[in-house]
């Protein structure tokens, strides 16, 4: 299917506060770039970009009130970090509002977030884009995260899961299942390299 990126640009940035397009649009471009490298398809790595935080102009309530709605599942975890439900929402928006039909990347972006175990080339791409798009505010470990996404798809995936852990861990958030179960699978990758 082809998808026109200047319609969906329009039509995230008509539902996306300033700030939260821009990312977006810099999530589009990483993932273009990192796409190009890893001879992934550009196009589905753009969309994805484009809308993978389409739902995030809901306040939490909001989203457990849409996700109960579409009879979207809700962990117990993602009912206590309900932000984390913004990337079930919005691949169901990008399904059933914007056309998209493709299911890599509708899984793309329901994982954006989270991560999981053995993800495809452009889950991967778009969960590091998120992270390390260029109008994201430097923190420790970015600018390896942005050199090794370059060199290594894997390494720069676990280093990015493993600087997430540490930050939940030390502010005492809840971390998810699939948080975990991606970044055991993925240091087992790393350390089997």
């Known amino acids: ?15 996306l506060m300033p700030k939260r397009y821009l990312h977006s649009l810099g ?3 990483t993932c273009a770039a990192l796409s190009m490298r890893y001879e992934c398809d550009i196009m589905k790595a753009q969309v994805a970009g ?6 995030k102009c ?18 117990d975890v993602e009912r206590e970090q309900s932000y984390l439900l913004h990337a079930k929402l919005g691949a169901y928006y990008a ?3 914007y056309g998209v039909e493709d299911e890599e990347i509708l899984q793309a972006i329901a994982f954006h977030t989270t991560g999981k175990p053995e993800m495809t080339t452009l889950e991967k791409i778009v969960f590091l884009s998120d992270y390390m798009e260029p109008s994201r505010r430097m923190i420790p470990g970015l600018t390896q995260i ?20 540490n930050y939940l861990k030390s502010n005492g958030q809840i971390i998810d ?16 390299k």
Do not use: W
Not at 1 to 15: P, S, T
């Open 50 to 55: 484009i809308l993978h935080d389409v739902a």
């Open 146 to 165: 942005r050199k090794l996404a370059f060199e290594d798809l894997d390494l720069a995936v676990y280093t990015t899961l493993h600087n997430t852990l």
């Open 58 to 75: 809901y306040d939490n309530s909001e989203q457990i009130r849409r996700c109960e709605k579409y009879n979207i599942p809700i962990s």
């Open 95 to 97: 399904k059933s509002k």
């Open 1 to 15: 299917m082809e998808y026109d990126l200047l319609e969906l640009q329009d039509a995230i940035r008509k539902v």
């Open 177 to 192: 299942n699939t948080t975990n179960e991606a970044y055991e699978y993925y240091r087992g990758i790393v350390g089997n």
């Open 27 to 29: 999530v589009q471009y």
